[in-house]
């Protein structure tokens, strides 16, 4: 099954992200192939590979949330440096000099 992107009626939006997803089914020229040979009979390798499509388009149709970048708290900080500082201690005790 072929489905050419550019000439879909979907939302500019959602064809924008279809073309940026890596898929190797999508050709350069915007086209989705899709290969279905699961079953004997041709109506329902059709069937499934529409089902197929359905699901590439339905995954994409949520547009991805923005992340938003955090710090950390100055709990964890403390911790952390608390932590570095212990190990820091154990590494300095095995330097002894040896007997």
Avoid: C, W, Y
């Amino acid at each position: 099954m072929r489905f050419d992107i550019g000439a879909s009626s979907l939302p500019l939006a959602l064809k924008e992200r279809l073309l940026k997803l890596g898929d190797q089914r999508i050709t350069k020229d915007g086209m989705i192939v899709i290969k279905a040979q699961a079953h004997r009979s041709q109506d329902k390798n059709k069937q499934a590979a529409l089902q197929r499509l359905h699901d590439m388009v339905a995954s994409i149709a949520v547009p991805p949330r923005v992340r938003r970048a955090t710090k950390p708290t100055a709990g964890a900080k403390r911790k952390r440096l608390e932590k570095k500082s212990q190990r820091s201690q154990i590494k300095a005790m095995r330097s002894g000099t040896p007997d």
